[in-house]
């Protein structure tokens, strides 16, 4: 439960405050966060589609592969069509290093501990991030393209936290 919370935390905390610190991100920003962020759930997807022990986290796992791979397929579509550069920034570098962390937790897990450790992330980090969509994304995008195509992944990442959220009940 520790690290649930704090996970938790630094999630929000990636995700949200060095973004109030500015006057909110750009949209070259905003495109770079959204593919960070869906690259993120990509990457934790392809492993537990390989060490999950149970069939609903790697069935979850490929869920998430094919849904996140394909909103970054459109997030690339559209700035390309925009001829918009996305723009490293400190909230997409943060996102990174925190995917990046959690890979190297949950690589050292097996089994049962790792499904709950993995399951655990989806819910707190699809939390964080619909908590930015909602506080920070769309009310900073000012492309009505780009806007659009955050409101419109919204409702699958809500339905995939709930769905975390089944997974992490049955795990208990």
């Not at 990636?14 to 960070?36: F, K, N, R, Y």
């Not at 390989?50 to 849904?67: A, E, H, I, L």
């Not at 397929?73 to 390309?80: G, I, N």
């Amino acid at each position: 439960m520790r690290t649930r919370t704090l996970l938790a935390g630094l999630l929000a905390g990636s995700l949200v405050l060095p973004l109030a610190a500015q006057q909110g991100p750009t949209d070259p920003q905003i495109a770079h966060i959204v593919v960070t962020a869906n690259q993120v759930d990509i990457d934790a997807g392809k492993l537990a589609r390989k060490k999950g022990s149970s069939k609903d986290v790697r069935s979850f796992g490929q869920q998430m592969v094919d849904d996140h791979t394909a909103v970054n397929k459109s997030a690339t579509e559209l700035v390309q069509k925009l001829k918009v550069k996305p723009e490293a920034n400190d909230t997409s570098a943060s996102l990174k290093k925190g995917g990046d962390e959690n890979l190297a937790t949950l690589g050292k897990l097996k089994g049962k501990a790792f499904d709950k450790a993995y399951v655990d992330h989806e819910v707190a980090y699809h939390q964080a991030v619909i908590d930015a969509v909602d506080k920070t994304l769309l009310p900073s995008a000012r492309n009505e393209e780009l806007k659009a195509l955050i409101a419109k992944v919204r409702p699958a990442l809500v339905h995939h936290l709930e769905h975390a959220k089944s997974l992490q009940a049955q795990l208990k």
